[in-house]
Structures are given as C-alpha cells and as structure tokens.
C-alpha cells in the first residue's frame, strides 16, 4: 500500500458542504502492528466509500506493542493512513492508552508519533497548546457553507494512558488505572471555548473526541453515580434516551476532573466520544450532552469472544447540519458485518 506523504498544510480548514451539511466518521481501536488484518482497513475503506465523510477521526489506540522499531511503527501508521489518504479524506487523531506500548524498545514516543502523522498530506493534527498536558491537544474549526464564520468545532483530547503506581504514598487497588484527564486540559478547553465564543460572536456547538471514557459514561448508564443495578438502567433507557450495548466497564480513571462540568457550564459541546472499551457502543443523552463510544475498527484487537467475537467491529458516523439549531443532528454506528466482512 502505498501512501502519498506531504508537509502538512497548516492553513487547511473543514468547511459545511455548498448544501449545509458535513459528515464525521469515527474510527477506534484499530489497534495492530506493521502485518494489520485486513478486514480492518477493508472496513476503513468500505466505510469511507459508503459514507463518504468529510472528515475522520481516528481515536486513540491506533498501533499496539508488538512493533520493534521506527520502520515497523512507520509501517502500522501507514496502514491505517493510506484508507483516506487515497481518497483524500482530511483526518486527525487522539493518542489512547496502548500507542506508547512500544516506546521502551521503539524509541519512538507519542510526540515523534505525531510528528509522523502530521506528515500526511491530508492529516490536520496539531502538536497542541504548549504547557499543556498530552500530546496534539487541538481545536479544529468548521467553516459555514459560505466560509463566513465557524459553524461548528471539533476539540481533540489526548485522555492519557495510565494512572502511576501510587499517588500520597497509596495505591489503587480497587479502582479503574487508567488515567484521567488534567486539570490544565480542562482549563485550556474552558479558555479556548471563551475565546471562540468572543470570536464568533456566539458559543461554537462542538463535539468531543477522546480515548478513554468520562467518568459520567457510567453514571448515565445506570442513571446514577453509585449502586447502580439493572432496574436503574432500565430507567436510565428512558431518562437519557439510551441505545446500543454495554458489554464491558466503563473503563476509566480514578479521578473525575471536571471536565464535563466545565463543557455543560459553556453549553457549547453537544457530544463526547470515546473508543476504549471495544464492545461497547452505547449513546445516551446525558444532560444535554450526548455521551457515546465507537466499538472498536480493528480485528487484531479483542471483541466480544466466540462465534459473535466480531459482531461490534464498526464505526460511528456523525451528521451535522449548519441549519439545525444544534448541528449536530444525529449519530449511528455502522458495523463490519452490514458490509459483508466478518
């Protein structure tokens, strides 16, 4: 497979098509080394042929650990970039909690990842804002169908990979150990929100893309923070318009930072998306903010287990509308098997 690399042009923008409307397409947990099943990248390709997106986000835990060195980390990269650059797709990526799985013996750490992704012609990565925890935190505006003013916001999280060993001298045994989100990622969100709300005269509806879950996925399931049980989700159905399946935790880290406090105070976020759990692809409306996953895209990763191991591998696809008062108007995942690839 051969991929056409470039410089990447820091002066690309997304814009609503001539019609109104524009298309995202999620993909998560491609997760394989530089040899990737092939059904992965058949499915990346038949998605982008059917649904003809205008932008895609891969959401973390592109590469697993098993690459040895820069080629092999090259490669892995390759074979998941060459589905929308052959067809220019313009697309970007968070980092999740596996694409550091290699660095002890690669070398090659999330910063020099990025750069290899930003090489792309068609990549809109960013390194992100200095001083910031993670790597190629980034809002990426989209342009109205007259290019006059933004009509909608794409915010890229990197969530982080694991919790430490202990924190006050006490560990976490007993809790999720996956890591959570800063402080100082929340308050770049918080300040950068502001800033494009004084720019364009109005809070940008936006949704949010990161790798792990919020702590509120878990809450909205069971409509409730604690002791939740099957009765309770029964009410959650109804409560937060609930669909798809939980197969596995919610999860995610021992710590809740805030952030989805901060994004329901601005108003301006309409929907967070995570991957993750790969046999998970539930949504809900959580408050006003639609929460959801995306099961996982890649075959080399774990699914569901026997003869239904692969029913989940899909992606989630999102529709905007600059028209309707929110623009983002629905989501839905579409699934390997719709395409015939099992």
Known sequence: ??????????????????????????????????????????????????????????????????????????????????????????????FGNHDEDHTFKTGIDEEKMLDIYMSYEHNMNQPGPKGVTGTGNNSIEIRNSKNAKAAFNIWLFDSGRYAPDEVAGQDFKGYQTYDWLKTDQVEWYYETSKKLEKKNGYPVPSLAFMHIPLPEFEYMWFARPYQGNQASHQEAIKKHNITGEKNECVCTGPFNSGMFSAMLERGDVKGVFAGHDHINTYVGDYYGIKLGYAGSTGFGAYGLGGEENNRLRGARVFTLDEKDKDVFVDTQMVFARDYGIE
Request: aromatic share 6%.
């Open 1 to 94: 497979m051969n991929v056409v690399e470039g410089k990447t042009d820091k002066n690309q923008k997304l814009q609503f098509n001539s019609n109104g409307k524009f298309k995202i397409v999620q993909f998560n947990d491609t997760q394989d080394d530089e040899d990737i099943d092939p059904r992965t990248v058949a499915l990346m390709e038949k998605t982008l042929d059917e649904e003809k997106p205008d932008f895609v986000v891969i959401n973390g835990d592109m590469i697993q650990g098993d690459v040895k060195n820069k080629k092999q980390v090259k490669k892995a990269i390759d074979n998941i970039a060459q589905p929308m650059e052959e067809r220019g797709v313009k697309w970007a990526i968070t």
